[in-house]
């Protein structure tokens, strides 16, 4: 499957499953309503042809011409396409904190929690996304449970925004923290880049019992409809 066609499969689990107005444009799909867009790029499928990485990015007039991309992963099996999978997981795991965005109130938002955040000055808002868990052997229901209570993106959260002003545009990141047969893996990727060391331990509070893994995103914004009394001295 080629990115026009995997973009088509996109447009309409938005337009059928979640009725959406969509136009479609080869690899990108417009949500005309809300101002987002699409993009679907060649869908690699892996060499034991049941696993798939589709690149899929997500823009909005606000911050430019610039794509919030993500890897979405898709496991076939002997009923299922994994490009449908992939895209089907993608629609209801990572695209909520843009609909909380730009969609408030749509039926996609509605698993995204979403708290607003105050530096004195400024406010900003911040979606954090449906939690992504994967089991690959005896994960315990104490790591699902931490996980979701605080999930490594709101550690993130944490350690980007105390003592510091709030950001001035939309600003996203998404996690992803995993115990393997081989070890741990951490993963950190603030607005499209590698976060580097300075974000390293976010999943070290999890109670990691199994192998698995655990994925979501988040979205902070600015807040321009809260108004800030500002109190005078004397």
Excluded: C
């Excluded at 809300?34 to 060649?42: E, M, N, P």
């Excluded at 007039?61 to 449908?84: C, K, L």
């Excluded at 976060?195 to 999890?206: C, E, N, T």
């Excluded at 994925?215 to 600015?222: H, Q, R, T, V, Y």
């Amino acid at each position: 499957m080629d990115a026009a066609r995997a973009a088509e499969l996109l447009a309409r689990l938005f337009g059928e499953g979640h009725g959406l107005a969509r136009r479609l444009d080869g690899g990108v799909v417009e949500l005309p309503e809300s101002g987002l867009r699409i993009a679907v790029d060649t869908p690699d499928l892996q060499p034991n042809g049941v696993v798939v990485r589709v690149p899929i990015g997500v823009n909005h007039p606000t911050w430019g011409e610039v794509f919030a991309w993500d890897q979405a992963v898709g496991i076939g099996g002997q009923d299922r396409d994994p490009v449908v999978a992939a895209a089907y997981d993608w629609l209801h795991n990572v695209f909520p904190v843009f609909a909380a965005y730009a969609m408030p109130g749509h039926e996609l938002a509605a698993n995204v929690h979403t708290e607003t955040r105050f530096d004195g000055r400024t406010a900003a808002r911040i979606h954090y996304g449906p939690i992504a868990i994967r089991d690959f052997g005896g994960l315990s229901e104490a790591t699902r449970k931490a996980a979701m209570e605080r999930p490594p993106t709101m550690v993130v959260a944490e350690r980007l925004l105390t003592g510091y002003a709030l950001p001035d545009r939309p600003l996203w990141w998404y996690t992803f923290a995993a115990r393997m047969p081989a070890g741990p893996v951490e993963e950190v990727t603030l607005v499209n880049g590698d976060a580097g060391d300075s974000l390293k331990g976010i999943s070290d509070h999890l109670p990691w019992e199994g192998h698995g893994s655990v994925k979501s995103w988040a979205l902070i914004a600015p807040d321009n409809d809260v108004v800030i009394e500002q109190v005078p001295i004397g």
